[in-house]
């Protein structure tokens, strides 16, 4: 089932940044920045959890993913998938899927033409995930950095 996140779903939101951050960028980021994510460090504030732009998915009641949007930060007339994040248990299980869509229909409710996202270019994973959601690479590029290392990103792209 895809809500939108509540307050009440900080804790649980930041387990699953925590344990999708450990499985997805194992080898992409430094491992000393990795070793120290907690549950507790990587989850939002609840007063910062704003409902029209984070939906979760919840598979027998335990939140098991969540996806944050809003308008583009580079171009404010896409929608931009801030974060999109399932934990390992559940990928492949339809959640990252049904999240994806749940924003795709908030855009076009909320009359964006399309929306866009930034991966680190070395995530086969995610490319593959958001090439299978319809989405295609434009050829933009930047660098991200965290703990110290720049990590090149490549942006994503839908247009309906």
Known sequence: ???PAEQRDAAAIGRVYCEGWKA???GLMPRFFLDALTPANCAPKPDHIAPDRRFVAEV???VVGTVTFGPGR???ALLEIQSLYVL???WQKGQGSALF????DAAKAQGYPGLYVWTLE???RSKAFYEAMGMTATGETREMEIAGAYLPEIK???NW
Do not use: F, K, L, S
Not at 101 to 104: F, L, N
């Open 1 to 3: 089932m895809i809500r």
């Open 24 to 26: 997805a960028y194992d």
């Open 60 to 62: 027998d009641g335990e």
């Open 74 to 76: 580079e171009d404010a």
């Open 88 to 90: 390992p248990d559940h």
């Open 101 to 104: 869509r749940a924003v795709t």
């Open 122 to 124: 070395g995530n086969a």
């Open 156 to 158: 994503y792209q839908i």
